[in-house]
């Protein structure tokens, strides 16, 4: 099998995660981002890592990597120029949109309506038209299209989407048109409605296959130079990335539908929190990943993760199935300040980032963060890294100083209430993705992981009431965990929009297994041994007349057994769950979708030597800390070296390479089995 790299890269560092699949021994690195180029990051990563294993690039077999190129692209409005060509009568398809105004009453006045990815002087129409049906109702032209698309090339657009009305159900005009882009702007990537999401709503349909075009040329470039950088350095392995939803698309199909990789970035540290779950034998899991910029959260039950059929970023969201991840701008670099107006001390969104940092990482940062009030406090102790990357104590404890004098008060009460901010904010997160979706917080342990999220979780449980708090082993580089250790996946949609009560279970169960049979060959076309594919399917059923679907997903066995009323059961229930409410009206069936799913590497935790329930083996030294509005006396533990049973009370602070865990007063952690920290109240 040989060995498996996971490569997270991160707004601050790049995460490398290395196995060996027959030993189970692994070799973790972290190296800062170089956001101008981030394969840079990763090329001197795999070097660093390959080195501290012993093993050669060559060696590599798997490649498996999450990034946020994709995302970046549409947050700072760097996609590509997208030229649009629709049906005749549909030009402001773009411009029309939805009529929803987010925000209160304010909004209708005040809301500056985000420009649409494809501009209305490069949308196009043609003539022909499909029915509702998929019938052709009026034939397309070839010498208008060719009239059409010179236009477009005239206008210099970087790539194409083409979405005609009713294309969903045929795409023959489709296709036509895509071939004659082809012959008329060769190496400009074309993008289909009805391959990119062949299902119903017009506006949708085509604002989904626009945001792939739009970030069509900027993953295909990034893609081609890792490849190309990774290739330089000796690795001939499989290059797969992460998609939205936790499952692994080959490189060459990110290529071409690069709005499934849109939240590849957070996805991976979700699989590596199941991973730790599996292990640790915790089933309910909130997550919260803290890295420099972010705080990404997500809910598991029943070690599945809550996966949603749109993917937001910024004000964009598109049709793309992706892990329910709610993101706020808390970080370790998020930035402290006192606004003239208010005189209220506020945190984040803007971030230090990689560049300059914090002021505690002396790169030249000079503005307070959350990471320098956690050194003032000494919850983060001098050196960082395995003591590779010492922190600036006296900078940090000036930049906080000026927030202590904006607000009149002492340098620690200023540290503290920069902490107690970005963990309300993390809290508010959480509630989001728990409370509101109808889920007890208190029923979940709560997970913290990135380079910050062991040094908050304590803090965090507390105000969800969520315990165990767990940091888990290697939490800094669990995304690149979670990238290694998750399955090839693929999926595809269909609408079907009829009353359950028109719709026989054998009609369902056809039609799913023909689109099951699609996704195995798309799988096996990537490399996928067939005995190892594994197929699932999602169903969308709403009360006739809502405008929105819930999502379920169901076994052929279910369908087989329970019929039409087993799914019915089961939507019922979950709108309950949601909304607390159901309805005597009929329900319908709107889409199906098939998903095959590749083996996951099933990949057992090492087990710690039993420890007596004394850590004093693990104890570095004593230590002060600033808790509870006072200075206390604190303890400083290597995680190396700490045993199963292994009990310590707060306050104290285990440091290992990638991150550090804190351990508030009146709480007390053990360590279990697999070396995960669990904290609870004492």
Known sequence: MGYRLGVDVGGTFTDLLLFDVESGAFWRHKTPSTPHDSSEGILNGVVAICEKAGVTPADVEFFLHGTTVATNAVLEGKGSRVGLVTTEGYRHIMQIARSYVPGGLAGWIVWPKPQPLAALEDTVTIK????ADGQEVRPIDDADIRAQLEVLKAQGVE????????????????????????????????SLS??????????????????????????????????????SAGMAGKLSLLRSDG?????QKAEE????????????????????????????????????TSTDVA??????????????????????????????????????????????????????????????????????????????????????????????????????????DALGIGLMEAARGIIDIVNENMFGALRMISVQQGYDPRDFALMGFGGAGPLHV?????????????????????????????????????????????????????????????????????GVPDSEITSQFEVDVRYAGQAFEVPLTISSDLLREDGIDGILKRFDEEHHRLFTFNMDTPHEIVNLRAVALGRALD???????????????????????????????????????????????????????????????GCVATVDHVGNILINPA
């Open 128 to 131: 022909g038209r499909m029915n």
């Open 247 to 251: 499952g692994l698309m080959s490189a």
């Open 299 to 404: 809910l598991i039950e029943n070690l599945e993760a809550r996966r949603v059929r749109t993917t937001e970023v910024g004000h964009l969201s598109v049709r793309a199935s992706a892990l329910d991840v709610k993101t706020v701008g808390a970080g370790g670099g998020s930035i402290a300040y006192v606004p003239e107006l208010t005189k209220a001390l506020r945190v984040g969104p803007q971030s230090a980032g990689a560049v300059p940092g914090p002021v505690a990482y002396g790169k030249g940062g000079t503005l307070p963060t959350v990471t320098d009030a956690n050194v003032v406090l000494g919850y983060l102790p001098e050196a960082l890294l395995g003591g590779t990357f010492k922190l600036d104590r006296e900078g940090a404890k000036k930049a906080v100083q000026t927030i202590a």
């Open 458 to 526: 304590n803090a965090v449980a507390r105000l969800m009431g969520s315990w165990p708090a767990v940091s888990p082993v290697s939490p800094g580089v669990l995304c690149a965990l979670g990238d290694a250790t998750t399955q090839m996946r693929t999926e595809t949609a269909r609408s079907f929009s009829r009353l359950a009560t028109h719709t026989k279970a054998e009609e369902l169960i056809a039609i799913l297994d023909e689109m099951a049979e699609q996704t195995r060959a798309e799988l096996k076309s990537d």
């Open 194 to 231: 009805h391959e990119v999401l062949p299902e119903m709503q017009e506006y949708e349909r085509t604002l989904t296959t626009v945001a792939n075009a739009s970030v069509r040329p900027v993953v295909g470039k990034y893609v081609s130079n890792l490849r190309n950088k990774l290739a």
């Open 257 to 292: 539908h690069p709005v499934n990789i849109l939240m590849s970035g957070p996805a991976g540290g979700v699989t590596g929190a199941i991973w730790v779950g599996r292990n640790a034998g915790i089933k309910n899991i909130l997550t919260l990943d803290v890295g420099g």
């Open 603 to 665: 990949l057992p935790a090492a087990e710690l030597p039993k420890g007596d329930g004394n850590p004093i083996a693990a104890k570095m030294r004593d230590h002060s800390l600033w808790m509870d509005g006072k200075e206390q006396p604190a303890v400083i533990y290597d995680r190396s070296k700490l045993r199963q049973g292994d009990v310590i009370p707060g306050p104290a602070i285990v440091i290992e390479m990638d991150s550090t865990t804190l351990i508030e007063s």
């Open 159 to 190: 790539a194409i989407t083409v979405s005609l009305i009713n294309a969903y159900l045929n795409g023959a005009h489709e296709k036509r048109v895509g071939e004659l882009a082809a012959e008329i702007m060769p190496g400009v990537p074309v």
